[in-house]
């Protein structure tokens, strides 16, 4: 069976799965967005029946901009919730460290309590940016919580600059390639912490106001990816004009658990990181749907939808039944085993968009546009037969039930609408 048969076969059955009505995300009589946000149970705003304890958000409509969704002490925007990672991204304005004179000496500033004092934690989906002449930054946590002979350091990387380059308009980096030590640095954050400060260290003695005047000072704790971005790269570092408001908009994973109590039984000893499987009253308590599971970390209890369903696990039939499709197979690329697939990855966005109207369509019409998509679809097969990527071997082309087996590892509600909400 060809791919493009298997991917349109799978449209198919998803559009025809699509005439039922969208499911619930959150409380009946409880409101559900905020501005342009979702905001699935166990998150929610207003009375304390909509949302679990210790999962309320903020709903900020009071200026004359859309309403914003706030976590904790309001520094943070929500820009996006996710039951299937049990994730939240939020958006931070400007720089860890602050800005302006106070930088010209060595600086130790608290970090976390936006959302560590809240019951979140920083994923390992972050990394740490520092940019600036003659620097070391590094993200702490507290000592006393990481035990006995460690360091408290999260993370750490030093920046540094030559002042022969003053004059010129911006700090030159090798091609395809940022932050390699020379005007900023990266950093990547291995494992889920909860971090306490950032401190900032002069590598060298004296008056540091020429280096301030020279390149801006910045440190970010940032998602993975954001600062990799070259037009918002080139801008934060242009040494004669100052980054625009849109620019220090800086984004951060965040992971997020269920707390025990309201009947849930305290959290087991595990490992750092590490997570088990819940007791069956866990699961019962939590987890409303039937086609649900549960896992228990550190943090606390989450729910997710099994293998082929999509939706909210935490709400009675709250995860539906199988609506993905192979983003994967769409876009190109490896898959796990390392095989390329599709050609290069070039395909085609109309592909795409009608791939994701194929999954809201009703039934009479399904029929046009999956035929629609298997035509674009061969042609991009037959084109990529002809090149260098053309390399899937023909008993693999051939295996829908491994094809079927891929696409369960991409779910259409998280890949179509995050990539949308938050473009790389």
Not at 240 to 264: H, N, T, Y
């Amino acid at each position: 069976m060809a791919i493009a048969s298997v991917l349109v076969l799978a449209m198919v059955a998803a559009a025809g799965a699509a005439e039922a009505p969208a499911p619930m995300i959150g409380l009946a009589g409880c409101a559900t967005t905020c501005g342009n946000v979702s905001v699935p149970y166990p998150f929610g705003i207003g009375p304390p029946r909509c949302y679990w304890p210790g999962l309320n958000l903020t709903c900020d409509a009071s200026g004359p901009e859309p309403p914003r969704l706030l976590l904790g002490d309001g520094t943070l925007r929500v820009a996006e919730i996710s039951l299937r990672n049990a994730t939240v991204r939020v958006v931070r304005s400007g720089s860890a460290i602050g800005s302006g004179s106070a930088l010209a000496s060595d600086r130790n500033v608290s970090f976390g309590g936006g959302f560590v004092g809240h019951g979140y934690m920083l994923s390992n989906g972050n990394e740490l940016v520092l940019s600036g002449c003659n620097l070391v930054a590094t993200l702490v946590e507290d000592v006393v919580s990481v035990g006995r002979g460690r360091s408290g350091v999260i993370s750490g990387c030093a920046s540094f600059c030559s002042f022969r380059d003053k004059k010129v308009d911006s700090v030159g980096q090798a091609t395809g390639k940022y932050c390699s030590g020379m005007a900023c640095c990266q950093a990547p954050i291995n494992y889920h912490s909860s971090p306490t400060g950032v401190h900032l260290r002069w590598l060298d003695a004296g008056n540091h106001t020429e280096a301030l005047t020279f390149l801006p000072t910045y440190v970010f704790v940032a998602e993975e990816g954001w600062f990799d971005r070259r037009p918002l790269a080139d801008e934060l570092l242009n040494v004669k004009r100052s980054p625009s408001k849109a620019a220090l908009e800086v984004p951060i994973v965040l992971l997020w658990a269920v707390k025990p109590g309201q009947g849930l039984p305290r959290v087991p000893r595990l490992p750092a990181n590490a997570t088990a499987a819940c007791s069956g009253d866990a699961r019962r308590v939590l987890c409303k749907s039937e086609n649900s599971v549960c896992a228990v970390g550190n943090l606390g209890y989450t729910c997710q939808c099994q293998d082929g369903y999509y939706g909210n696990p935490y709400l009675a039939n709250g995860c539906q039944g199988n609506a993905k499709v192979d983003l994967y197979l769409l876009q190109g690329g490896n898959n796990d085993d390392g095989v390329p697939l599709m050609n290069g990855g070039q395909v085609h966005q109309d592909v795409v968009k009608q791939c994701v109207i194929s999954m809201s369509v009703s039934s009479h019409k399904t029929m046009d546009v999956s035929a629609n998509v298997s035509t674009q679809l061969e042609g991009i097969n037959a084109s990529a037969h002809e090149g260098p990527m053309a390399t899937i071997p023909s008993e693999m082309a051939a295996s829908s039930l491994q094809l079927q087996e891929w696409s369960r590892r991409y779910s259409m509600e998280e890949e179509i609408l995050m990539s949308a909400r938050y473009p790389r």
